[in-house]
Every structure is written in C-alpha cells, then in structure tokens.
C-alpha cells in the first residue's frame, strides 16, 4: 500500500474513563471494556501516513466540557503525539453559547464545535436560540461539525440556511449506507440538495459502521463515491472516527479502504481530501 506524504485525521475520539465521564459508555460495551488513549491509537495511525489529528468531543457530561478540552490539549503537548487541535463540545440552544465562542477564539488549540443533532429532538436545532448562536460563528474561524442521521438532512439543510457565513461540516457522509437501496435514494436526494449550499464541507468518515460484518471495499463504494461527487473534491475531507469505526474494522482496514476507493482519482485530488482541504477548513498548518 502506497501510504500519502500527509494524511490528516480530522475526526479522532480518545476515551480516559479515569479521567473524564461519558454518559454513553453503558449503552457501548465494546467500547466501555477498556481505554482508548493515543497511544494505542497512534500503534497504527503513525506507520499509515496519520501525520496530524483533530480530537473530536466524545459526548461527555456537560461539567466536563471545558476539562475534555484542557485534558487533550496536555496529550497534545507530548513530543510524539500529533495532536493539533480539537473540535469542542457545545449547547448552541442555551444562552451561554456567545461566552464559549469568546473563550474559543482566544484559544487556537480549539478550531470549532459540535452538537450532536442525532440524539435529540429535532426541535433543539429549529429553535431561534440555537440558531441565533451558531450564526455567531461566522467570521470567527471556528466551523460546525453536524452529526445527523441521513432523515435529518433537511434539518442540517435549515441549519445551514439560517446561518450564513458559518461553516459547517458534515459528519460521517450524512449517515449515508447502501445497505437498503430504497433508503440509499433518499439519502442521495438529500445529500444534493444539502451540498447546494456552499458553506458545508462533508466529512468521509462513520461509512464502516454502516456496513455487515465481512465487508469488502465495493460495500463502501456508494456512499464515499456519491459524498465525493456531489460535493466535489474541494469540499470533503477525511476522518477515521476512531474507535467507533474500530468496533467493525480496525484502523488499518479503514485507511487501506479508502486508498482503494480513491487510487483512481488524480494524485491533486487525493491530497485535498487527505490534508489540503482540512488545513484551509480548520485552520492546521
């Protein structure tokens, strides 16, 4: 396998449970069994091209918001980590939203936030609060990550409309699969019309746990393929969603798949979706 000069990570989860608390981990055995820290990360990351990484918030409790960020960024100082910035956790629907940008625009380590959509009403994102404060992010530098299942991409769609000169990104395909044929056309239908909207980038991360077990790389074809075409390569980056993409694939299999998916793109076009687009979006040198 041919390994990239530079690929960037832009969606790593790590998971202390000794120092942070993660409502979720009940409800994920797999994952709660054991830590997730960078350095079993980085066994794989490092010898597969993974020169530069984005720690993604990992859902934890709403006190810890501020110390998940601290934490990474003390991982981050180690001399062999590559660490470079970290997408925080936020709640755009409550006033105090205008103070955490404030926080963050004073802090470079922090390079945007997100608000997973998928796990609360639909409302939540309709609400004028919350979207009076992610408009606020425009002009600051600091992007949107939007975590949605593929029915929710109208909702996303609104977002994006009501907040001009914010940018957004778009987890894990828009929770595309290809797994249902009827379920494949829907999402299609509104990934286009999402992409219509300039100021969102889609991220092409989450595609393995949409997929059976035994999967092979034409099982992921559809969705990376039809994410890259309809957004073009000038807007698509890359992600492993590690460790979740780990509970079905290891890191290995998940970079190797996306070298095949894309070898028949031009050596231009794999880089901006490799590092070049990430470094413009989030601001990584």
Known sequence: MSVPTRLI?????????????????GSEPALAARDWTYELYAAEAHSLGVTDCLHMEVDVIEADFDRETAFIRDLAGGPARRIRA??????????????????????????GF????????????????????VGRLAGTGLTFD????????GIAAELVDACPGVTFVLDHCGGGSASRPERFAAWKTGLVELARR?????????????????WTVDDLRPVVETTIEVFGWDRVVWGSD?????????LTD?????????EGASEAEREKLFHRNATRIYGVS
């Open 86 to 111: 970290a997408i925080s956790n936020a709640r755009p629907e409550e006033a105090g939203f205008a103070d955490r940008i404030e926080r963050a625009r004073a802090d470079p380590f922090i390079r």
């Open 254 to 262: 998940w970079i190797e798949a996306t070298y095949r998916l894309v």
């Open 198 to 214: 300039p100021g969102i980038v889609a991220k092409v991360s989450g595609v393995i746990g949409t997929v059976a077990e035994g």
């Open 242 to 250: 590690w460790p979740w993409s780990a509970q079905r694939a290891s």
């Open 9 to 25: 990570d832009t969606h790593l989860h790590l998971v202390y449970r000794d120092s942070l608390t993660y409502p979720w981990l």
């Open 146 to 153: 939007i975590c949605v299942r593929s029915d929710q991409l």
């Open 114 to 133: 997100r608000r997973i959509l998928h796990v609360v009403p639909d409302d939540v994102s309709r609400a004028p609060v919350f979207r009076e404060n």
